[in-house]
T-cell receptor, first 117, second 114 residues
């Protein structure tokens, strides 16, 4: 059973298009995240949601809009795709909420490789 | 700003040897975590060390944390070909307001030759 799953695994699209990536976790976690990993493998947090509420937004362009219909799902919609959006996008989840000082481990999905042509 | 910086960027060793990777960071942290990423896969959590801990073990992994030097090291003993992967340190620190977030370094690519 996959703990954190993402679809699609690969996404190739033209500049200017709108696309969505879906993420689901079956771990019963309260917090979910989106990360972007660039071609140099640098991984940076984009968003964090806790119980369907946006907690962290790391100055991501407005073209990126996360949506959490319930705490097991966190989808990422990207409008007007640009060349610089090409990257691998990872969804993750954790039990602890972002205000938890003890911290917690995060469970990552397999990633979605987005290529914008 | 980027927190963790791993060193070296790449490391190639023979099976059976030990591998040591280092991580330096800039600000106060709540805890530091190490993750592994196999090629084309997601990250897998290896170990978490809290700011009040100095050393932690998990199987063939040994992690140290020196908060005075703002650095950590990950030692993998008796390496195997299956340990070939990228290893990332991630610092858990306050991100404005009352929330904490993980900030990842660029990783060390470890290659273990059979």
């Amino acid at each position: 059973d996959t703990a954190v799953s993402q679809t699609p695994k690969y996404l190739v699209t033209q500049m200017g298009n709108d696309k969505s990536i879906k993420c689901e976790q079956n771990l019963g976690h309260d917090t979910m995240y989106w990360y972007k990993q660039d071609s140099k493998k640098f991984l940076k947090i984009m968003f964090s949601y806790n119980n369907k509420e946006l907690i962290i937004n790391e100055t991501v362009p407005n073209r990126f809009s996360p949506k959490s219909p319930d705490k097991a799902h966190l989808n990422l919609h990207i409008n007007s795709l640009e060349l610089g959006d090409s990257a691998v996008y990872f969804c993750a989840s954790s039990q602890a909420d972002p205000g938890d000082r003890e911290g917690d481990t995060q469970y990552f999905g397999p990633g979605t490789r987005l290529t914008v042509l | 700003s980027q927190q963790g910086e791993e060193d070296p960027q790449a490391l190639s060793i023979q099976e059976g040897e030990n591998a040591t990777m280092n991580c330096s960071y800039k600000t106060s942290i709540n805890n530091l975590q190490w993750y592994r990423q196999n090629s084309g896969r997601g990250l897998v959590h290896l170990i978490l060390i809290r700011s009040n801990e100095r050393e932690k073990h998990s199987g063939r992994l040994r992690v140290t944390l020196d908060t005075s030097k703002k650095s950590s090291s990950l030692l993998i003993t008796a390496s195997r070909a299956a340990d070939t992967a990228s290893y990332f340190c991630a610092t858990d620190a306050r991100s404005g307001g009352s929330n904490y977030k993980l900030t990842f370094g660029k990783g060390t690519l470890l290659t273990v030759n059979p």
